[in-house]
Structures are given as C-alpha cells and as structure tokens.
C-alpha cells in the first residue's frame, strides 16, 4: 500500500520535523537524492555524465532551493551546471550560494542554457503551486528539448487536485521527497517516473489521505476457492443488465463476473438469451424475482431508463444485498430522489459513476475530484467510484482509493460493463465494498494493459484476459 499526503499534512509533518533537525539539513537530503537520480538519468540517456550539461530551472522558494543544493552536488560529480533564475532576488540564498561555491554558473542568456541542456531539472515550483506556470516560466519550458526531471512534482500541476489548468511542465521523471503527494496519482501522466526520496518525515505524516493499492495487496485479497468451497460458498452474483435491444452489456458484465471468482452467477432480465447462448455456465431468467438467491446484484448497465428499468432496480435494492449500480441505475436515481428508499441504508452499495453521470446525482465533479468523491459517498451512504484517468473510490467513512491510470487503453466501448461485473463477482464474495471497488478497478487496468498490449483493444478481449490478469495480480503476492 503507498499512502498518499496533501501538501498541508507534508507541511505539519515537515514543522515537526525541523523541531529536532535543521532545515537546511531536511533540504540536503532531498537535494542529495535528487541529485543521484539526476546522474543515473544522464549515465542512461548519454551514456555517461562527463562533460554533461545540467540546467536548473529556480523559482522562488525551497523548491528552487532543492534544484540549487542538487546542483552543488551534481558539480561536485563534475557535471557542468547552470542556473535559470526566474525569480533572481528570491532564489534560495544557501542553495545558490552552494551552487557557486562549487562552480555552478548563473546562466545569462536563459534561452541558450535550457537549448544546450542534457537534463533539464524543474524547481520553479513545488508544494505552495498556485495556477499554471507563469507566461516567462511557460515560455522557457516550452522550448525545453532535453527530458526534464520534475524536484518534487512537475510545475503548473495542482499538487493537491492534479488539476492542470494551462501551461505546465511534462516530466519525464519526478523525484518527490517523503511521500507521494496527490498530484502523483491523480496527474500521474505529467510526472512521468516517480521516484520517493527518504527524507525522515513519514512518522510525523499519521494516517494517510490517500491509498493506493499495489498489485500484490489486490493479488492478497482476490477470492480463490478454498478446499471446502462450493459454487455457492464463493458467493453467487446476480447481474440486472441488457435489453432484449441492447444485449451487449448483460454479455459484457455477466462475463467479468464468471471470469472474476469461481462463484456462481445468475443473470435477470430480457437478453436472457444471448447471455446463455455465450455464456452456458449462467443460470438466466427474465426477471429479478425469479432469479434465486445472490450475495450480491449488479443493475444498471444498458438496462434502460424507462419504466421497465426502474422497477428492475427498485428490486434489486429490495433485494437486502450488496449492489453496484452503474450506467442506467444511476441515473435513475439521479432522476428520482425517491428512488434512494428502497435501499437498506446499511447494505453496502457502489456507485460507478463517470462525471456526467455523477453530475446528476451530486453536482458538478470540478476541479478536486477526491473531495467530490468524498462528498458524494459521505451524502449518499456508498461506496462512489468516481472514473477518469485516475479512478477515485470514496467511501462513505472517508477512506480514499486511487487506481493512477498508467494508460488509456480502458477508454473502450462496453469496459465500464466489465467493471460493473467485476465488482459485483467481489461484492458476492463477501469483500469490503471499498476494497472491492478498488481491487476491481486495478484488475481490470492490468486486464486493459494485457489486452492492448500497445495496440488498440475491446470490451471483448478484455473479458477474455481477466484471469490472465488475476493471475498477474496473485503472482504479485507471491501466490505460485
Ligand atoms: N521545507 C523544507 O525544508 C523542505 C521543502 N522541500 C521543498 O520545498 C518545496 C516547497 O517550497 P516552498 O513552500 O518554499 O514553495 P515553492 O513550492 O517552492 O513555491 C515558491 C513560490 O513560488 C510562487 N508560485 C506559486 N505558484 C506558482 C506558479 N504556478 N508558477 C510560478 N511560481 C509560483 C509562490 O510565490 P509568489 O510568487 O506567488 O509570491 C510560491 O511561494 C517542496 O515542494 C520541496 O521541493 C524539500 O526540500 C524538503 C524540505
Ligand atoms: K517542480
């Protein structure tokens, strides 16, 4: 599990920090660890780091101070290094200091040193960023050709939202000091590689804000069989979705959740056909209440808005079991405020919503998607996975997941169906909602990542690839 702090906490945590040790010290520590990511970044990319050129880009506090104590030590290494100034009376007095004691240079002609770089670093502005860059610091970065690595998040990104509201620096590598900060999932495609530098502050951080998952705890949690299950021990999931018209979701949605657990699944509804027909191993009916016994019910995804699709969620809500209401079944909450009273408010509940759809339940998403997502989980008593390039599942107690997306493969036809099934396969087995959603969503990234593999994918392969990306998962936790 990595947590994730905001810059207030890193902030406080620092303050408690700097009661026992000096400041100065804190920042030359991080300085020092940027400084051997720098070289290993230049042996890579030049194959060496004599005679290389390194420009600094200063801004004007400790963020830039970084970038100039790096730079001492990057001289000291016999790298040839220059400093842009975009704030010349306000750079950090030791950091320059250091920087020319130990033969760093002031660049003259801002243009010329960013141009002739080998490695560019951005220390124009780190944990107090306000807004995108400045027009001078936009300007320079964009004429930036070398690959740029970011002290401690890339400039012009939000680091508490990773909200990018105009010009802002592309890393291509981030070094972050003390712990990730929440512009390093929710923007994780500006950072680039990330690299934690230990700078002793994690004991003053306390509970994190943030988690994100690894692969090896989603691997740990993924229900298998144990030696005395049967098919309705591993929980049977119950899938409302599809149209006699719309087929495809129920398809999509019932096979997740045939591939997701060895448990049973029934399917409910009007493409009871096309679903036994693709997938024989389900038990299909035309309706809800001749379905059986499920531990948990999936509604919503093509299921429609009219009438029909209303009285299909209003009895899976009746149900008493844990739901994952996407698409559809969303918005007919949204639609009627009513509609929320046939749930048992103590039966765990997901919402997938994506920002439109979330928009009509809970107002505009903007700019701070995890306080959104907080806020509609805290107002409505369920789990909300709010999706985007990084997937944000809140839920109702406060706790925050974020899956950062590594690649935008998902962006597909029917992969939110996938998703939908997945949930409901690990709501049925018995998983915290939460930790369902959040296993869910990295699942079916890694499903995504082995289904492209660079190359263009569907909802279909997708499907097809869940267990080889379970797998993925369990090999993660050590499971052979
Ligand atoms: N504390 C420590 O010892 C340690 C701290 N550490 C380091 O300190 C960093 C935080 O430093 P910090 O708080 O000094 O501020 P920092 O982010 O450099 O900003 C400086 C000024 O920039 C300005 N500005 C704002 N927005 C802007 C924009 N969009 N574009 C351009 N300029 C903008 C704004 O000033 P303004 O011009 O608005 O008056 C702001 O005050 C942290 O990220 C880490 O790198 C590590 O060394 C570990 C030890
Ligand atoms: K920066």
């Not at 990104?157 to 592309?170: I, L, M, R, S």
């Not at 690649?407 to 996938?418: C, H, Q, R, Y």
């Not at 690839?465 to 797998?471: F, K």
Request: proline fraction near 6%.
């Amino acid at each position: 599990m990595s947590g994730v702090w905001g810059a207030d906490r890193v902030r406080a945590a620092e303050d408690e920090v700097f009661k026992r040790v000096p400041e100065g010290a804190l920042m030359r520590r991080a300085a020092f660890g940027l400084a051997n990511h720098a070289m290993t970044m230049l042996a890579e990319l030049t194959g060496g780091v004599a005679g290389r050129r390194v420009t600094l880009l200063v801004g004007a506090g400790n963020n830039g101070g970084d970038a100039l104590w790096a730079g001492h030590f990057l001289r000291r290494r016999g790298v040839a290094v220059e400093a842009v100034l975009l704030s010349p009376d306000r750079a950090h007095p030791a950091g320059l200091a250091a920087l020319r004691r130990s033969g760093g240079r002031i660049a003259a002609d801002h243009l010329a040193a960013v141009r002739s770089a080998d490695l560019v670093l951005d220390g124009i502005v780190g944990l107090s960023a306000r807004g995108p860059l400045r027009p001078a610091a936009a300007g320079l970065v964009e004429q930036v050709e070398a690959p740029i690595l970011a002290v401690d998040l890339p400039s012009g990104v939000d680091p508490d939202t990773g909200v990018v509201a105009g010009p802002a620096v592309h890393a291509d590598a981030t070094v972050t000091f003390g712990c990730l900060k929440p512009v390093h999932v929710l923007a994780a495609g500006h950072c680039g590689e990330i690299h934690l530098v230990d700078i002793g502050i994690r004991a003053e951080l306390g509970e994190p804000e943030l988690v994100v998952l690894s692969d090896a705890e989603v691997g740990a949690r993924w229900p298998v069989p144990g030696p005395t299950d049967d098919k309705y021990t591993q929980g049977v999931t119950g899938i409302a979705a599809g149209s006699a018209v719309y087929p495809g979701a129920a398809v999509l949605a019932v096979g997740a959740a045939i591939r997701a657990t060895s448990g049973m699944v029934r399917y409910a509804g009007e493409a009871a056909d096309p679903v036994r027909d693709r997938w024989p191993e389900v038990v299909a009916t035309g309706s809800v209440t001749d379905t059986g016994r499920v531990q948990s019910w999936v509604v919503g995804p093509g299921l429609g808005t009219g009438k029909a699709g209303a009285e299909v969620l209003r009895r899976v809500l009746a149900a008493g079991v844990p739901v994952c209401a996407d698409a559809d079944a969303i918005t007919l909450l949204a639609a009627e405020e009513s509609r929320w009273d046939d749930r048992d408010p103590d039966t765990p509940m997901v919402l997938t919503p994506h920002d439109r759809e979330f928009a009509r339940f809970a107002g505009a998403v903007g700019a701070d998607r995890v306080a959104a997502a907080r806020r509609a989980a805290a107002r409505t008593g369920a789990v909300v996975l709010l999706k985007g390039h990084a997937t944000v599942v809140a839920a109702p107690d406060g706790r925050v997941l974020v899956n950062p997306a590594r690649s935008a493969w998902l962006a597909t036809a029917g992969s939110g169906d996938v998703l939908a099934g997945l949930i409901g396969a690990l709501l049925a087995s018995g998983l915290d909602p939460l930790l369902a959603a959040g296993c869910a969503v990295r699942a079916h990234e890694v499903a995504g990542q082995l289904a492209a593999r660079d190359a263009p994918t569907s909802a279909s392969v997708l499907v097809e690839v869940l267990p080889e990306a379970i797998r993925t998962l369990r090999l993660a936790a050590g499971f052979r």
